[in-house]
């Protein structure tokens, strides 16, 4: 199962619904699925894509365990896989233009994956109530807020202009994560783009996989505690605060998207190089000079020379 988390208005135009994929191939570093239900995307279809894995691990092993993978994904051209060696990178040319984020979950009781995920222990919907009423209770005794939504492993708190959600997928990956945003106003941030947009330290932990009520109760605490200590501001509906953190988003979509192009044009600059094609190095480079590194401003450099000795 496919959970887009990024780009945004990707996940809005498809309501944030989880998308059923099969697995066709892996290895160490990266799967290749195919979603069961394409969509629409920009005018073209989106089927196939090659996830990696944003962490340390094994996608192919760890989602064989049963275990989720937060992941990068781009989108392949069904025409431009070698279906005969389906991680046989020759025929691929880097997608459409679409990147993702998301998280690949193993699906309860499915042939893919030789054990399922295990569900949470003695966990349910009222042990994440409890403990998500009882850590962020300062939000409504110290901010104001109030509850606005309860429902099945998803609390919302409103207050200032701004709303506060928590989220606890007991029923598979047991992430527990928290979202922000200020209320009628896209796009939403997550807990770790809020504490870099207030200097957090950078090692603080913003996401968690609660698999049992201790832990959840552990981890939820922390969330709270973290949003408490270094996003105040937010909750008080800041507007210095939320520009702050929207710019913060821009760049780091910005250089999410560029690193994407990067690893496009890199596949093809190495390939072109291997058979002596300067003009492909060149137009596979040239777009991204200022972000190249020494070395392949120096392959650059030199497919330029060898074309100018023409």
Same mark, same amino acid.
């Given at each position: *199962?496919?959970?887009?988390?990024?780009?945004?208005?990707?996940?809005?135009?498809?309501?944030?619904?989880?998308?059923?994929?099969?697995?066709?191939?892996?290895?160490?570093? @990266?799967?290749?699925?195919?979603?069961?239900?394409?969509?629409?995307?920009?005018?073209? /279809?989106? =089927?196939?894509?090659?996830?990696?894995?944003?962490?340390?691990?094994?996608?192919?092993?760890?989602?064989?365990?049963?275990?989720?993978?937060?992941?990068?994904?781009? &989108?392949?051209?069904?025409?431009?896989?070698?279906?005969?060696?389906?991680?046989?990178? =020759?025929?691929?040319?880097?997608?459409?233009?679409?990147?993702?984020? #998301?998280? +690949?979950?193993?699906?309860? #009781?499915?042939?893919?994956?030789?054990?399922?995920?295990?569900?949470? @222990?003695?966990?349910? *919907?009222?042990?994440?109530?409890?403990?998500?009423?009882?850590?962020?209770?300062?939000?409504?005794?110290?901010?104001? $807020? &109030? *509850?606005?939504?309860?429902? /099945?492993?998803?609390?919302?708190?409103?207050?200032?202009?701004?709303?506060?959600?928590?989220?606890?997928?007991?029923? #598979?990956?047991?992430?527990?994560?928290?979202?922000?945003? /200020?209320?009628? =106003?896209?796009?939403?941030?997550?807990?770790?783009?809020?504490?870099?947009?207030?200097?957090?330290?950078?090692?603080?932990? $913003?996401?968690?996989?609660?698999?049992?009520?201790?832990?959840?109760?552990?981890?939820?605490?922390?969330?709270?505690?973290?949003?408490? +200590? $270094?996003?105040?501001?937010? +909750?008080?509906?800041?507007?210095?605060?939320?520009?702050?953190?929207?710019?913060?988003?821009?760049?780091?979509?910005?250089?999410?998207?560029?690193?994407?192009?990067?690893?496009?044009?890199?596949?093809?600059?190495? /390939?072109?190089?291997?058979?002596?094609? $300067?003009?492909?190095?060149?137009?596979?480079?040239?777009?991204?000079?200022?972000?190249?590194?020494?070395?392949?401003? *120096?392959?650059?450099?030199?497919?330029?020379?060898?074309?100018?000795?023409?």
């Amino acid at each position: *199962m496919l959970r887009i988390s990024d780009p945004w208005d990707l996940g809005e135009s498809l309501s944030w619904q989880p998308y059923r994929a099969s697995v066709l191939a892996g290895d160490k570093r @990266r799967v290749l699925i195919r979603l069961d239900e394409p969509f629409v995307y920009e005018g073209k /279809q989106r =089927e196939y894509f090659l996830a990696a894995s944003r962490h340390a691990g094994h996608p192919a092993t760890d989602l064989a365990k049963g275990r989720s993978i937060f992941s990068n994904l781009d &989108q392949i051209e069904s025409d431009a896989i070698d279906f005969a060696d389906l991680l046989n990178e =020759e025929r691929w040319r880097g997608g459409t233009g679409i990147g993702l984020i #998301g998280t +690949l979950d193993p699906i309860l #009781g499915s042939s893919k994956c030789s054990r399922p995920l295990r569900p949470a @222990r003695n966990l349910g *919907m009222t042990a994440f109530e409890s403990a998500a009423c009882d850590v962020f209770r300062y939000l409504i005794d110290d901010f104001g $807020y &109030q *509850m606005t939504k309860r429902s /099945q492993g998803l609390i919302t708190y409103c207050g200032n202009g701004v709303f506060v959600t928590i989220s606890h997928d007991f029923n #598979g990956s047991c992430e527990l994560a928290l979202f922000l945003g /200020q209320e009628d =106003e896209l796009p939403s941030f997550g807990l770790g783009k809020a504490l870099r947009s207030c200097n957090a330290p950078a090692e603080l932990p $913003y996401s968690y996989q609660a698999i049992d009520v201790a832990k959840l109760r552990k981890d939820a605490g922390e969330l709270a505690d973290s949003l408490r +200590l $270094y996003c105040s501001e937010l +909750l008080v509906g800041d507007w210095q605060a939320f520009q702050k953190l929207a710019e913060l988003h821009e760049v780091e979509c910005n250089a999410f998207e560029r690193e994407r192009r990067l690893r496009s044009a890199r596949e093809a600059a190495n /390939q072109a190089w291997s058979t002596g094609g $300067y003009q492909q190095v060149i137009d596979a480079f040239a777009p991204h000079e200022d972000f190249l590194r020494k070395s392949e401003r *120096m392959k650059l450099a030199y497919a330029r020379k060898r074309l100018r000795g023409k």
